[in-house]
């Protein structure tokens, strides 16, 4: 599997828009790019997914360059309650010889202020 | 039910006993994954069930620690011997589609586990 790294904390404050990069060098050429979500004292949720260019949906995008080393998570206009700690996940492609493990790195833990 | 069901929410247990933690996956999902998390920090790997293959047991800490499904469903993580360094949230999930590219695994709300 992909390793993969994430800053380990970013502040914000609400109303901005906060972009989390994370790194993944290694990436197969069928691994898909998955993040999570994770409030304190729940589980966490997936928000997105993508393989290559942008994928957006009404919670966040996600921006991946043509070599897919790396990828972008962009929350707009974020408010005190996506304070959370986001995990990024390369893997779980088809045929890439992933079996569907899922590992999760140490996240980036963001906090939104007022 | 609709989402991921864990027993119990909170379990307290004497160092030495036996525990048992159970999972009840989403209906129909075929893989089924175990984590710890201790506090402040991130999900630690512990077994993966995939449909009826033999599972992915490479993140168990232990030979304390083992895990089963039965029947493709239920799942129990049972840890021998408590320790207090077992302390921490057992999180379970399921996914759908692993594998396979856009598949979520969905988390159910763990069990805190603390030992004394």
């Known amino acids: 599997l992909a390793k993969t790294t994430q800053p380990i904390s970013m502040d914000s404050y609400e109303g901005q828009e906060v972009n989390i990069t994370c790194s993944h060098n290694?990436?197969?050429?069928?691994?898909?790019i998955t993040w999570y979500q994770q409030f304190p004292s729940q589980g966490p949720r997936f928000i997105i997914q993508g393989y290559k260019t942008k994928v957006t949906n009404e919670v966040a995008s996600l921006f991946i360059p043509a070599d897919r080393k790396s990828s972008t998570l962009s929350l707009p206009r974020v408010s005190l309650s996506d304070t959370a700690v986001y995990y990024c996940l390369v893997g779980d492609g088809p045929g890439s010889g992933n079996t569907g493990k899922l590992i999760f790195g140490q996240g980036t833990t963001l906090q939104v202020k007022p | 039910g609709a989402g991921v069901s864990q027993s119990p929410s909170n379990k307290v247990t004497e160092k030495g006993k036996d525990v048992e933690l159970r999972c009840d996956p989403i209906s129909g999902h075929t893989a089924l994954y175990w984590y710890r998390q201790s506090l402040g920090q991130g999900l630690e790997f512990l077994i993966y069930f995939q449909g009826n293959s033999a599972p992915d047991k490479s993140g168990l800490p232990s030979d304390r620690f083992s895990a089963e499904r039965t029947g493709g469903s239920v799942s129990t993580l049972t840890i021998q011997r408590t320790q207090q360094e077992d302390s921490a949230v057992y999180l379970c999930a399921s996914s759908p589609r692993p594998g396979q590219g856009n598949s979520e695994a969905f988390f159910g709300q763990g069990t805190r586990l603390t030992v004394v």
């Open positions: 290694n990436i197969a050429t069928n691994d898909y």
